[in-house]
């Protein structure tokens, strides 16, 4: 990444170019004496900036930008820019040349002013509240419609023609979850990033919504970390409403019960704010499953031992 790039003339009056109207230089970078950080990321990352910005102390400046699965050619240039003023980066771990451009956490990096610091952060992913529910896409598929997540029920029922048994077994859900937090603690070793792996069985019913999207809980608990990381008051609070609100998965009466979690059992998925059956997902994602026998048969080789945890082959 070069840092020295000319900066992409861009359109003033588009929606998204004003949203991220500091990112593309056409609003001024935030003033005060704490560090410039950008946090760089999945949509995680922008729940992150939201509470470091927001903390009492009010301790750092930052910018959004966008999540870099949205980032474009002439993005990488911007963000070049931008890291050349850059005290703190928080970035999740992204492998080198992803989307087949310089935006891996070591290559963004590499753009930083002398003596900027970086502080790696987790993608939380935590499967113990929704045990069934998976990410299965390939290039060619993308994601299922409805909701962009896979139910090995419904994959199950479209992989046979009849619905499997109804039934969740306790033993199975309470293995999910733990090695859900063991694999998200082996992830968080391996790419050096701060650990938030032990929050997520103490957060309960929040912590998480869907499988990657992690509760307020979780989140204020990661930011907190990254403040004392960097030296700074760890004051990050919950700002008062849902910040990963988008999309909320049912939870599961057995689930509750097999977790001992202080919470009410939801049956239908809950989807900017209106309640979507969880029928309807399942009748739609059938269809879809019908014409996509690639990721029904995918989606049963990775996910075989979990499909056997549950008690459902």
């Known amino acids: 990444m070069n840092s020295a790039s000319i900066r992409p003339r861009v359109d003033e009056g588009d929606g998204r170019v004003r949203h991220y109207g500091q990112f593309y230089g056409i609003d001024p970078l935030p003033e005060g004496d704490g560090p410039l950080v950008v946090v760089l990321g999945n949509c995680q990352a922008e729940a992150v900036r939201v509470l470091l910005d927001a903390a009492p102390s009010r301790s750092v400046r930052s910018v959004r930008v966008p999540p870099v699965f949205e980032m474009t050619e002439d993005d990488v240039a911007h963000l070049g820019l931008l890291l050349a003023r850059t005290d703190v980066l928080v970035g999740q771990p992204i492998k080198d040349d992803y989307r087949g451009m310089p935006l891996g956490t070591a290559q963004v990096a590499q753009a930083l002013a002398p003596g900027a610091r970086v502080v790696r952060v987790p993608v939380c992913f935590y499967a113990g509240l929704y045990p069934w529910q998976v990410l299965v896409r390939t290039p060619e598929s993308g994601d299922p419609p409805a909701v962009p997540y896979h139910d090995l029920r ?160």
């Open 154 to 313: 419904t994959v199950l029922e479209a992989a046979d023609g009849t619905r499997p048994p109804d039934r969740l077994d306790a033993d199975g859900i309470r293995e999910i979850a733990r090695a859900s937090v063991e694999e998200l603690r082996r992830r968080e070793d391996a790419a050096g990033t701060l650990r938030v792996s032990d929050v997520l069985a103490g957060a309960g019913a929040d912590a998480c919504h869907v499988v990657n999207h992690p509760g307020n809980t979780v989140l204020v608990a990661l930011v907190r970390r990254v403040q004392a990381h960097l030296g700074l008051d760890a004051d990050a609070e919950d700002p008062g409403r849902t910040l990963l609100s988008e999309l909320f998965a049912p939870l599961d009466a057995r689930v509750v019960d097999a977790l001992g979690l202080d919470a009410e059992a939801r049956t239908h998925w809950v989807r900017r704010g209106e309640q979507v059956p969880d029928d309807e997902v399942r009748e739609t994602q059938l269809a879809w499953l019908a014409e996509h026998p690639d990721i029904v048969r995918l989606t049963l080789e990775r996910h075989a031992g979990t499909a056997r945890l549950l008690g459902l082959r």
